[in-house]
């Protein structure tokens, strides 16, 4: 009998764990001890932080990264095959959400093994509910282009979809451009569309804060090295 | 000195809180005697679930639903104001995702109140994770058109879109109308284009399935009547 791919969340660099992660969310990830991660320091050092039952060293970790192969992830789920519960964790949050994760999902599936989502923080998600905009359509496009002209482009086009579709449109960008950014999006923008700024989410510095393109243009905050999320709406 | 407005999250009618409500959260929600609601009798049927360290007739409801008259939508706010924390709380999961609750968040912004967002369940995301769709570039399109004709013209403007822009696009229907969509699905996609079917997420009969609408059409399952969410992607 196959086991099961469990999707584990982490917090998001939170003091208090009991904030984010359910309490049978942590019972579940102490029994684990197969896990597919990014990286195995920040996976033990957060197994550590909730008390893993088990001996850190009999913990069995494979690699799932940006740099991972198409042809080698299907063999990070010999485990699961072989009849062992495993683990996906991903850096921060939620696994499978602006990272590497659904790949090996996605193989899963072709191979008929049980996917369970569990439930944990993400901060695309707390940001888009915190800001006010639609959250009845939506959409998170990842990094926008890093060359000026390009960027501008794809803010312009993803302000008239906001408009003309009503939709949402969540981006995010290296938190050392962040600042580049935000003068596009206060260059490009007019000043009645709505931009949600929002970072450090669910610590307690916490800053999420909706304003028109027009306000923020009067009051610009620094957001450098900030890690941030950015929501646009042109519409109502 | 005003309140805070938190966005409280509740189950999506599982038997165990533990599972995907943090135990700090549990706590804070415990506390608050404000509640935006979108139905007072199931709020108070939580409430009384996660035992609130209030007598329940102490608490005071407000109402926000579809109904809702947006002239009045401010006066919602009037206990934040007036320095009291706020809980808004929609009839499952996270409130302002596909429901009302935006609505009071950005009023919210408008009058520099903190919002303050809070982990729990979303049938949305949970079921993205888990379907190893591209979770680097997703929208949520909430409900389709009720006619076929426009279904379907819908239908393959998504699936286009998801091809050409490599975008998971995630929608609901109806439960009593599933089948009707399913049907159009299958007609009107390519048959290597993925399809994820979700329902009863976070229940012990849970069922999150990835598969082809070439092996889907193979194998039709029956969802008249259970809340469902549908992701297609047709990209890789």
Same mark, same amino acid.
């Given at each position: 009998?196959?086991?099961?791919?469990?999707?584990?969340?982490?917090?998001?660099?939170?003091?208090?764990?009991?904030?984010?992660?359910?309490?049978?969310?942590?019972?579940?990830?102490?029994?684990?001890?197969?896990?597919?991660?990014?990286?195995?320091?920040?996976?033990?050092?957060?197994?550590?932080?909730?008390?893993?039952?088990?001996?850190?060293?009999?913990?069995?970790?494979?690699?799932?990264?940006?740099?991972?192969?198409?042809?080698?992830?299907?063999?990070?789920?010999?485990?699961?095959?072989?009849?062992?519960?495993?683990?996906?964790?991903?850096?921060?949050?939620?696994?499978?959400?602006?990272?590497?994760?659904?790949?090996?999902?996605?193989? +899963?599936?072709?191979?008929?093994?049980? @996917?369970? /989502?569990?439930?944990?923080?993400?901060? &695309?998600? =707390?940001?888009?509910?915190? %800001?006010?905009?639609?959250?009845?359509?939506? +959409?998170?496009?990842?990094?926008?282009? @890093?060359? /000026?002209?390009?960027?501008?482009?794809? &803010?312009? =086009?993803?302000?008239?979809? %906001?408009?003309?579709?009503?939709?949402?449109?969540?981006?995010?960008?290296?938190?050392?451009?962040?600042?580049?950014?935000?003068?596009?999006?206060?260059?490009?923008?007019?000043?009645?569309?709505?931009?949600?700024?929002?970072?450090?989410?669910?610590?307690?510095?916490?800053?999420?804060?909706?304003?028109?393109?027009?306000?923020?243009?009067?009051?610009?905050?620094?957001?450098?090295?900030?890690?941030?999320?950015?929501?646009?709406?042109?519409?109502?």
């Amino acid at each position: 009998m196959t086991g099961n791919l469990y999707l584990i969340p982490v917090d998001l660099g939170n003091d208090s764990i009991d904030e984010v992660i359910p309490q049978k969310v942590l019972e579940l990830t102490r029994k684990l001890d197969y896990f597919i991660v990014e990286d195995i320091r920040t996976a033990r050092r957060y197994l550590s932080k909730i008390k893993t039952g088990h001996c850190i060293d009999d913990i069995r970790f494979s690699i799932l990264n940006e740099h991972s192969k198409s042809e080698d992830i299907a063999s990070l789920l010999k485990s699961v095959v072989e009849g062992h519960d495993v683990g996906v964790m991903s850096e921060a949050g939620l696994p499978g959400l602006a990272d590497p994760g659904a790949d090996v999902v996605r193989i +899963a599936h072709e191979k008929g093994i049980r @996917v369970i /989502p569990l439930v944990g923080p993400s901060s &695309i998600f =707390m940001a888009l509910i915190a %800001s006010g905009m639609n959250g009845q359509n939506f +959409a998170f496009v990842g990094y926008l282009p @890093v060359k /000026p002209k390009e960027r501008e482009q794809r &803010i312009w =086009m993803l302000e008239s979809r %906001s408009l003309n579709e009503r939709q949402s449109q969540l981006f995010i960008e290296a938190p050392y451009r962040n600042n580049q950014l935000l003068t596009s999006l206060l260059s490009v923008c007019r000043k009645n569309t709505r931009l949600c700024i929002a970072y450090n989410i669910s610590h307690e510095d916490e800053f999420i804060v909706t304003k028109t393109i027009g306000a923020w243009k009067k009051q610009t905050p620094d957001l450098h090295k900030k890690p941030c999320l950015f929501i646009l709406n042109a519409g109502c």
